[in-house]
């Protein structure tokens, strides 16, 4: 059972580029997330989805996109890098009945920088 | 403004010590959830508290929910190398739109043999 799995591991994009970080999971999970961790911080809600086809924004934002076509998969995408980006992303997923978690698995993380 | 309070923000101690970590807010949770995470890997989830007053125990951790629900503990006793980490509270408030957690901003433990 691979849990949540992130792709890329680790990446250094240029100011401007755009990119897609991977997420998906195996354990039919229907909500998911995406976080950032910046050093000596906590997490950062940037957008989640309750469900295929429904996404909502979380706490942070701005700069990003996200698409959830499938209930395994939910990429996030950077459209127009900036150095305020370079973070460290987690996806994290949960089940949830009525609306509640109790408990979320996260991904193993993507780190990146952009220069 | 931070929703969730975590204090310490670091902590040093050496094995066999007790040790507790806070997680206080004003705003009143649905669950806190506490986790721990290792350098190059994403949060792992130790317990989920859901019940104002509610005490559990894993193994040397004792976790406790306040009686209003607003604020939580993790207790560690006889600590050990093996308990270094960065641990997180996290507060679910559930929302008309469904679970979203809220994280402090975690304490870094770090155990001396």
């Known amino acids: 059972n691979a849990g949540v799995t992130q792709t890329p591991k680790f990446r250094i994009l240029k100011i401007g580029q755009s990119m897609t970080l991977q997420c998906t999971q195996d354990?039919?999970?229907?909500?998911m997330y995406w976080y950032r961790q910046d050093p000596g911080m906590g997490l950062k809600l940037i957008y989640y989805s309750v469900g295929a086809g429904i996404t909502d924004k979380g706490e942070v934002p701005n700069g990003y996109n996200v698409s959830r076509s499938t209930t395994e998969d939910f990429p996030l995408r950077l459209e127009l890098a900036a150095p305020s980006q370079t973070s460290v992303y987690f996806c994290?997923?949960?089940?949830?009945?009525?609306?509640?978690?109790?408990?979320?698995?996260f991904g193993s993380g993507t780190r990146l920088t952009v220069v | 403004t931070q929703l969730l309070e975590q204090s310490p923000q670091f902590l040093s101690i050496q094995e066999g010590e007790n040790l507790t970590v806070y997680c206080n807010s004003s705003s009143v949770f649905s669950s806190l959830q506490w986790y721990r995470q290792e350098p190059g890997e994403g949060p792992v989830l130790l317990v989920t508290?859901?019940?104002?007053?509610e005490v559990k125990k894993l193994k040397r951790l004792t976790f406790q929910f306040g009686d209003a629900r607003k604020d939580s503990s993790l207790h560690i006793t006889a600590a050990q190398p093996g308990d270094t980490g960065l641990y997180l509270c996290?507060?679910?408030?559930?929302?008309?739109?469904?679970?979203?957690?809220?994280f402090g901003e975690g304490t870094q433990l770090t155990v001396n043999p």
């Open positions: 508290v859901v019940t104002g007053g």
């Open positions: 354990m039919n999970h229907n909500y």
């Open positions: 994290a997923s949960t089940l949830a009945t009525g609306g509640r978690s109790y408990g979320y698995t």
């Open positions: 996290a507060g679910d408030r559930l929302e008309t739109s469904g679970s979203r957690l809220t």
